[in-house]
């Protein structure tokens, strides 16, 4: 971050200049010329007129010459650069801000390998050097290069066997990273008109599903008298067509305000009670919840006497 006392003027004129010729400044240009000549995408996200970090990494190796010179033998280099302090370059700025904001940016620098569809492959934080910063890229080219060849592959075949190969391209992806490969679902909705592949219904079931868990949260924050709040929570869970996926949210929010009554150890047993239901319904985490239970069930007295404290409080 720059610090307070450097005028945003000087902060300009020791920044970083623009991007080099190696560099483009549109991803949209990028990845036709990836196309073009077989290559891949590397997009790195910068501030270079005020984060530090940023111009570090674009001094000591983005920006160096011996970077270009291997990064571009399998790479298009693309850089989006958030400068704030270019006045000259109000509507770019206002571009990149966008283009940053529509892949859920939440820091930089950073770096994406994108293959030439758009579907990010990975994505990179900024190694110290060269060296170090080679290594990865040559693994990401290589993972970006297998998913390209496989992707080439299915659109090479016809009708339902090239939605199935890309539905299955698609499914191989772990789930937590499947927003990275947004073009690829977008081509499979477009030609999957008849849902061979299941994954149309399970995006609407999915969207539903966020919509539902939007709406029932709000719902709950609005309740703030425990006994209240459990009382909603049970209607919920008595709901026939409740996702199985929402009842970890529910039982967790009903755990707390559990506690939140617990006046005796007694109530402390009938509110760990709930911690079973909360394994059963989120298995991926059951052993951490059961342990929580088991630290708890050896400590009630202290569980009472911060719950009186926070009530006196």
């Known amino acids: 971050m720059t610090h307070p006392f450097i005028p945003a003027s000087?902060?300009?004129?020791?920044?970083?200049?623009?991007?080099?010729?190696?560099?483009?400044?549109?991803?949209d240009a990028g990845k036709k010329q990836a196309a073009a000549e077989n290559k891949a995408v590397l997009i790195e996200f910068t501030g270079s007129d005020w984060c530090q970090p940023c111009m570090k990494l674009r001094k000591n190796v983005t920006g160096t010459k011996e970077f270009e010179t291997y990064a571009g033998k399998?790479?298009?280099?693309?850089?989006?650069?958030?400068?704030?302090?270019?006045?000259?370059?109000?509507?770019l700025y206002k571009k990149n801000r966008e283009i940053y904001n529509s892949y859920n940016?939440?820091?930089?620098?950073?770096?994406?390998?994108?293959?030439?569809?758009g579907n990010i492959t990975a994505r990179l934080g900024g190694s110290p050097n060269n060296e170090a910063m080679k290594n990865t890229?040559?693994?990401?080219?290589?993972?970006?290069?297998?998913?390209?060849?496989?992707?080439?592959?299915?659109?090479?075949l016809?009708?339902?066997?090239?939605?199935?190969?890309?539905?299955?391209?698609?499914?191989?992806?772990?789930?937590?990273?499947?927003?990275?490969?947004?073009?690829?679902?977008?081509?499979?909705?477009?030609?999957?008109?008849?849902?061979?592949s299941g994954l149309v219904a399970a995006e609407h079931r999915q969207k539903e599903q966020a919509a539902l868990s939007n709406k029932i949260?709000?719902?709950?924050?609005?309740?703030?008298?425990?006994?209240?709040?459990?009382?909603?929570?049970?209607?919920y869970l008595a709901q026939p067509n409740m996702p199985p996926e929402l009842h970890a949210l529910l039982f967790?929010?009903?755990?707390?305000?559990?506690?939140?009554?617990?006046?005796?150890?007694?109530?402390?047993?009938?509110?760990?009670?709930?911690?079973?239901?909360?394994?059963?319904?989120?298995p991926k985490h059951a052993q951490n919840i059961l342990r929580m239970k088991e630290a708890m069930q050896k400590d009630k007295a202290g569980i009472l006497r911060r719950i009186k404290q926070q009530k006196s409080q």
């Open 252 to 282: 967790e929010r009903k755990f707390h305000a559990a506690l939140a009554l617990a006046q005796t150890e007694q109530d402390i047993d009938n509110a760990l009670s709930i911690a079973d239901d909360m394994a059963k319904s989120d």
């Open 74 to 91: 399998n790479y298009v280099l693309v850089e989006i650069d958030l400068a704030r302090y270019k006045k000259d370059r109000p509507e």
């Open 217 to 235: 949260q709000a719902d709950l924050m609005s309740t703030k008298e425990p006994a209240a709040l459990i009382k909603k929570i049970d209607g």
């Open 158 to 196: 016809t009708g339902n066997a090239r939605i199935q190969a890309l539905a299955k391209l698609y499914t191989a992806v772990p789930e937590n990273n499947r927003h990275n490969y947004k073009p690829l679902f977008n081509r499979l909705l477009e030609l999957d008109k008849n849902d061979i």
């Open 10 to 27: 000087l902060v300009a004129c020791i920044a970083p200049a623009l991007a080099a010729d190696a560099w483009l400044t549109d991803i």
């Open 105 to 117: 940016q939440r820091s930089v620098p950073c770096i994406f390998i994108m293959d030439p569809s």
């Open 137 to 156: 890229m040559e693994t990401a080219f290589r993972q970006n290069r297998e998913f390209h060849t496989s992707l080439a592959a299915a659109e090479k």
